[in-house]
């Protein structure tokens, strides 16, 4: 069964290093998604993705976040400048039809540690 | 705006017995609703999803969950609880203002004791 992939599975870092997340998503949906999960908090949605362009951003996803499809597979999260509450677990998410209700399929995540 | 609320940090139950994760949800409009669960360094998993019609959803794993609109809840439920039915429990909704994103509520924890 077709499943998202997520590297690195934990990623520590020092406060203002940049990082990059990758994910590949399922080969043929077209629709994106990163969300990211504080410990003992919600899953918050950060970032939708579709047709090259960012669909939808929430106030979290600020100047320091960014997004990419370098290529046909993956999907990548970039925050330039690390600080300490970006520590989270980031889940990336894909779906293959453009409808709200549509079902996201999501990776195994990121574990992100900002020291 | 669209929330959700998982009430319990944490759901004990004997294997066999019945069990429930509780789910309420606040939306203008019809909702869209999933749960997903998530064991130790996995994903979440797709379980189920309430769109329309039937307000008994049957999902994976032996998984239901009962839509009720006039309690605003989306409870799951399965009728004979498994030792490895033991994870994390997310119920989302579907952002009906913006575009595509999912709006979850805190989790729960399921613990299911032989």
């Known amino acids: 069964e077709p499943e998202v992939t997520q590297t690195p599975s934990h990623q520590v870092t020092q406060m203002g290093q940049e990082v990059i997340l990758r994910c590949v998503p399922i080969?043929?949906?077209?629709?994106f998604y990163w969300y990211r999960q504080i410990l003992g908090q919600k899953v918050e949605f950060l970032v939708s993705?579709?047709?090259?362009?960012?669909?939808?951003k929430s106030e979290i996803f600020d100047d320091q976040f960014s997004v990419e499809r370098p290529d046909g597979s993956n999907f990548t999260l970039k925050i330039r400048s690390t600080k300490l509450e970006d520590s989270a677990m980031y889940f990336c998410?894909?779906?293959?039809?453009?409808?709200?209700?549509?079902?996201?399929?999501f990776g195994p995540g990121t574990r992100l540690t900002v020291l | 705006a669209q929330s959700v609320a998982q009430p319990e940090d944490q759901v004990n139950v004997a294997e066999g017995n019945p069990l429930t994760v509780k789910c309420t949800y606040s939306?203008?409009?019809?909702?869209?609703l999933f749960w997903y669960v998530q064991y130790p360094n996995r994903g979440l998993q797709f379980l189920l999803k309430?769109?329309?019609?039937?307000?008994l959803v049957k999902g994976s794993y032996g998984f239901e969950a009962e839509f009720n609109k006039s309690q605003t809840s989306f409870h799951l439920k399965k009728p004979s609880a498994l030792v490895s039915d033991s994870a994390l429990y997310f119920c989302?909704?579907?952002?009906?203002?913006?575009?595509?994103?999912?709006?979850f509520g805190t989790g729960t924890r399921l613990k299911v004791l032989a």
């Open positions: 998410a894909s779906s293959d039809r453009p409808v709200q209700r549509d079902t996201q399929y």
């Open positions: 939306v203008s409009g019809n909702p869209y």
């Open positions: 993705f579709y047709n090259n362009e960012i669909s939808e």
């Open positions: 309430y769109i329309t019609g039937d307000n």
């Open positions: 080969s043929n949906h077209l629709y």
């Open positions: 989302a909704v579907s952002d009906l203002e913006g575009t595509y994103k999912y709006i």
